[in-house]
């Protein structure tokens, strides 16, 4: 019996230490990701990238700013940025939660390594990738995120002139 515990105890101990070998810092959030692949539970995977016209762009600031974004490619060739959102995120001890809204579940955001990190968005998975992109086309896009946010008194005006 002492021996079968003696054997557990090692057991746990060396999976518990690999885990900590594997466990990839927080600041390795910090950059411009691209999304690789994603799939809808049930659906096949869908390829981003030059195949399919279609990828999403997320740069996560040392400061905590926060900017995400849909990228496509028209059948001219063109690139078209769509802004999704633009504010803050937080990740601290592998808890992620952005734009103030509540942390995810654990494995709805799991930073895998520097380079690759895996989500969940409600019934779709996907697989990003650290990329190394000019920082003129980083600001541009980052920029048009910052622009969809309506100012205060822009929305107040809008409310009073167009939803009266």
Not at 31 to 47: D, N, T
Not at 103 to 127: Q, S, Y
Not at 128 to 146: E, F, G, N, R, T
């Amino acid at each position: 019996m002492k021996k079968v515990l003696l054997t557990m105890a090692v057991a746990l101990m060396c999976a518990l230490q690999v885990n900590a070998q594997t466990k990839v810092a927080d600041k390795e959030l910090i950059g411009v990701w691209i999304m690789e692949s994603m799939q809808f539970e049930g659906e096949k995977k869908v390829v981003c990238g030059k195949e399919s016209g279609y990828s999403q762009f997320k740069y996560y600031g040392a400061d905590g700013e926060y900017a995400c974004a849909e990228i496509a490619l028209t059948k001219e060739g063109k690139v078209v940025v769509m802004p999704h959102e633009y504010g803050t995120y937080t990740f601290k001890n592998g808890v992620y939660s952005e734009m103030g809204r509540p942390a995810v579940k654990p494995d709805e955001m799991v930073l895998v390594d520097k380079t690759t990190f895996k989500g969940k968005w409600m019934n779709r998975h996907d697989v990003w990738k650290k990329v190394a992109l000019p920082d003129k086309v980083v600001k541009h896009i980052v920029s048009c995120c910052m622009s969809k946010q309506t100012p205060a008194d822009i929305q107040q005006l809008i409310k009073q002139n167009i939803f009266k």
